[in-house]
């Protein structure tokens, strides 16, 4: 599974998916208003075979679609990963919670 999932990966990287998609070079960052920091749209990915594939079309879609330039800011087990990800919470611990 790994392996069909990196060549994916690679075709992804080397080509467009899309016929009419919109080209690397074209693509845009999203940027914080306030301090002008740039930054491509991070998406977490969770570690069973659904969510991998919703994964790809969401970022082909994203980037050759809509135009961003998109990149995996994380992986996990389970859903709460991504949650304590988005809130920049490194793990769950009922005494103590470290920040990222």
Known sequence: ????????????VQASCLSDAIP????RNLENPITRESYPLGMWLNGWAAASVVHEVAAIILSEKIGFN???IGTGTATVDAF???TEVRHSNKNRRSRL
């Open 1 to 12: 599974m790994k392996l069909k999932l990196l060549s994916l990966l690679l075709i992804r």
């Open 24 to 27: 690397p070079a074209n693509r």
């Open 84 to 86: 304590y990800a988005i």
């Open 70 to 72: 998109v990149t995996t």
